[in-house]
């Protein structure tokens, strides 16, 4: 049972513009959300996270929103570079293990 | 400070054999997480150890096994590997406390043919 999904499994943005890539959640007990970055042949490399106290976290061209509600994440990425083009996955945390989503492949054209 | 690193980093193995990957974290970093990726699916959670220990632990069967070494080294085990076994592992590692960020290696493919 999938309990974080992205269903958007591709996106394709202009250079410049804003991403945004969404992330669904079906464990209220999630507390803590993250965002990891996969460039092929590449681990996952971590970009930006949000507890579940707050709704809205900002680091540079990064922003992540927690709709707590609709048990609803996503990352907006403003403006949108080539470079970003990667395989973005959400991860959730109960406390015991991250659980993460099939991931949504970013494609930035130049 | 050097990241994640994984050993080896391709593998072909055949039907039935065994095989064992290490994973070597940070520098400082106690807990060790393991992660199967494969297509479709995401990274599903293995075990984690911290401190010798397998603190928590995924839904995979018995054939998954791993354990950890006092210098926080941790090694993965697959036994009768089946062809549904292939796919990239991922090992993450963070300073302690499991809901703490946590930093992967490069990952090992393994093939089972």
């Known amino acids: 049972d999938q309990q974080v999904k992205q269903n958007s499994p591709s996106l394709s943005v202009q250079e410049g513009r804003i991403s945004i890539l969404n992330c669904d959640y079906t464990n209220s007990m999630f507390d803590y959300f993250l965002w990891y970055k996969k460039y092929p042949a590449e681990g996952p490399t971590f970009l930006i996270s949000i507890s579940s106290i707050k709704d809205k976290n900002e680091d540079g061209r990064f922003t992540v929103f927690l709709n707590k509600s609709a048990k609803h994440l996503s990352l907006h990425i403003v403006p949108s570079q080539p470079g970003d083009s990667a395989v973005y996955f959400c991860a959730a945390n109960t406390g015991n293990q991250f659980y993460f989503g099939t991931g949504t492949s970013l494609t930035v054209i130049p | 400070k050097a990241g994640v690193t994984q050993t080896p980093r391709y593998l072909i193995k055949t039907r039935g054999q065994q095989v064992t990957l290490s994973c070597s974290p940070i520098s400082g970093h106690r807990s060790v997480s393991w992660y199967q990726q494969t297509p479709g699916q995401g990274l599903q959670f293995l075990f984690e150890y911290f401190s010798e220990t397998q603190r928590n632990k995924g839904n995979f069967p018995g054939r998954f096994s791993g354990r950890q070494f006092s210098n926080s080294r941790s090694e993965m085990n697959v036994s009768t590997l089946e062809l549904g076994d292939s796919a990239l592992y991922l090992c993450?590692?963070?300073?302690?406390?499991?809901?703490?960020?946590?930093?992967f290696g490069p990952g090992t493919r393994l093939l089972v043919l």
């Open positions: 993450a590692s963070s300073l302690a406390a499991v809901r703490e960020t946590q930093y």
